[in-house]
């Protein structure tokens, strides 16, 4: 039972031992009183009717008629003239039953008034003993109407008590509700603070719980930090910043497999021409201020973009990996600009080579297709002239000419509904199934196209929304044909998009039920970028019950600083960390500090791209508590 509940009766009991007491004893005093008041007027009548019946002749109608005179004229419950032996002389007695207040007050508050008895004399002879009572039941009527009007009076009081206690333990109170909801966001794993209320019980709670969320926040980011450096340390080369040789190409390697509006990119690699002899020349020290230099460049495209990737490749190669950027060209031209003129700056009487190679990937290609393009480019590069730059192209030729094309297609099929949903198990380390993730499919020219394969098209057309919209849409209607978990991706794009997150609202609130049943998920880059979005699309769906959660976790995991706020269910770490896990150990620790934290939060945590049975043993005793991927299968 609430403490709130716990006060209101607590408040009604002794509100109703106080009016009740006082009601009882009212009555009780009003009955004494009328005992009082009958007890003097039988005693006054009995008084002045024997007076009256001393002073007349005392033959027997005489005094009948007086007795009969005086019991008419008042309201009489006996009178009653005895002789000094006991011998009724006269009587008369009222015979009929007791009206004006209900039987039951008459048997709980008996009126208990004496009869008035008086002497009549006849001369200085006593004639006999008068006995006069009152009738009692006026006295009721009077009792039982004047406990009414206090009831009635009480119930009144009652009333107001409640609706102003209603007012004062809503203000007492007001600080109790935010002390309420700050311990459920502490047991929810949200470790929120709150302001002090006045009241002093109070304030030295919410002190305590803020004390508790700010020391356990304080670990976390600790946490959050130690984990950011073993990340540098075993991802990152230790000059420059960027990422080593064997995180890029797990980097590619999950770039190559997303199946989302980021599927196809460009790669660019650019090489420091005779690193050796440049060192010879301007020295060490020099020499790696410039690869710093060169570093800061490569950092500054990615900082500009949260899901971009830079990359040493070894001591002069350098690489950058630029998903949902496919104009390779004009990218390529950007960051040989940026390179040259960082040569400029640090050599001006030296000449170095610094030639600069791009190509463009699809979906679904393979890593050493994509190298060996881009490998090729740099190589022709290179004997082209010192700072020249070749752009190699890749990748199925296009099945659309033009945007316009392109808009045209998509659009057909999403008003025939041409769309429909794939089903990659996510299971749990058991191998029960946790949800089933579902890409979206549209058929283009009568085949069946995955995402990877127009969702960049759709991305630059600002079709986002309509596309997320009808991937919501087919989900819930599949779940309500087999009752089995959906899970789907928001793009950042659409989080955005207040017109797709009012539908989306429409959609779930409409079914409730089936909406239970749904997991979506929103990119890391997408959360990172638009948090304040995310957080309202996060809040907006914890009615509803849908599981939340980031799906591409990685190498910006610390800085989702408020990921506590948030109320998400699980994250899923990007295939960049998991692929190779069994023999990374890098990756291992900081695998485990992740899921470490997660866990602190309260999340689910779910590898992406398991693609080996080795990497599969390995993720339980990382943390790790599902997985999804070509190895995995539904137990």
């Known amino acids: 039972m609430s403490l709130i509940k716990q006060l209101w009766i607590a408040i009604a009991i002794v509100t109703l031992i106080a009016l009740g007491g006082s009601l009882v004893v009212s009555t009780l005093s009003a009955r004494h009183y009328l005992e009082q008041q009958l007890q003097v007027k039988n005693l006054d009548n009995a008084t002045s009717l024997a007076l009256s019946l001393s002073q007349m002749p005392k033959d027997a109608v005489t005094v009948e008629l007086q007795i009969s005179a005086q019991f008419d004229a008042g309201h009489y419950r006996l009178i009653r003239l005895t002789s000094p032996t006991g011998e009724v002389l006269a009587e008369r007695e009222y015979a009929g039953v007791l009206d004006g207040a209900p039987e039951w007050f008459i048997r709980l508050i008996p009126i208990e008034a004496h009869a008035g008895v008086a002497q009549v004399q006849d001369g200085w002879r006593q004639f006999g003993t008068l006995t006069l009572e009152s009738h009692k039941r006026y006295a009721y009527t009077a009792l039982w109407q004047g406990t009414l009007q206090l009831l009635g009076w009480f119930a009144l009081g009652g009333v107001l008590t409640g609706l102003i206690g209603t007012l004062i333990i809503k203000h007492i109170t007001r600080p109790l509700g935010r002390v309420v909801e700050q311990a459920e966001a502490i047991g929810g794993r949200r470790f929120v603070t709150t302001p002090e209320p006045s009241t002093r019980e109070f304030r030295s709670v919410v002190r305590a719980m803020n004390t508790l969320s700010d020391r356990v926040r304080t670990i976390l980011a600790e946490e959050a930090r130690r984990l950011e450096q073993l990340r540098r340390q075993t991802q990152h080369d230790e000059m420059t910043g960027l990422l080593n040789r064997s995180q890029f190409l797990n980097q590619l390697d999950s770039a190559l497999a997303r199946d989302d509006a980021h599927a196809a990119g460009t790669l660019l690699l650019a090489r420091v021409g005779d690193l050796a002899g440049l060192n010879q020349r301007i020295g060490r020290e020099a020499t790696d201020r410039l690869l710093r230099d060169l570093g800061e460049r490569f950092a500054d495209f990615t900082s500009a973009n949260g899901n971009w990737e830079a990359g040493r490749m070894n001591g002069s190669d350098f690489a950058l990996l630029a998903p949902g950027r496919e104009d390779a060209d004009v990218l390529a031209r950007e960051l040989a600009r940026a ?157 955005r998009d207040a017109n797709f997150r009012g539908e989306l609202f429409s959609l779930l609130q409409a079914d409730p039920a089936t909406a239970k049943l749904l997991w979506i998920e929103v990119p890391e880059y997408g959360a990172l970028r638009h948090l304040a979005e995310f957080r309202t699309l996060c809040v907006a769906l914890q009615p509803l019950g849908c599981r939340v959660g980031i799906e591409h976790v990685g190498a910006h995991f610390g800085e989702l600083g408020d990921l506590h706020e948030l109320g998400l269910d699980y994250v899923k770490i990007d295939s960049a960390i998991i692929r190779g896990i069994d023999t990374n150990a890098g990756n291992q620790a900081f695998l485990r500090g992740l899921c470490m934290i997660a866990h602190s939060l309260g999340l689910m945590t779910i590898a992406e791209g398991v693609a080996s049975a080795a990497e599969q043993e390995a993720l339980p005793g990382l943390g790790i508590d599902g997985m999804t991927g070509p190895a995995v299968r539904e137990g």
């Open 339 to 495: 390179l040259h003129d960082t040569l400029d700056a640090h050599l001006k009487d030296v000449l170095v080579g610094l030639p600069v190679a791009a190509t463009n990937y699809a979906a679904g290609e393979a890593r050493s297709q994509v190298l060996a393009r881009a490998d090729g480019a740099l190589a022709t590069a290179e004997q082209t002239g010192d700072r020249s730059l070749r752009v190699e192209s890749g990748g199925a030729p296009a099945p659309y000419p033009d945007l316009q094309s392109w808009r045209a297609a998509l659009l057909s099929a999403l008003e025939h509904d041409r769309v429909r949903l794939g089903a990659y198990p996510v299971v749990t380390n058991g191998g029960r199934l946790l949800h089933d993730e579902a890409p979206i499919r549209i058929q283009l020219d009568d085949t069946w196209q995955p995402a990877g394969h127009f969702m960049p098209h759709a991305a630059r057309l600002g079709l986002m929304p309509r596309f997320d919209i009808a991937v919501v849409r087919a989900a819930l209607r599949a779940i309500a044909h087999d009752g089995r978990e959906r899970g789907i991706n928001v793009s950042a794009e659409s989080l």
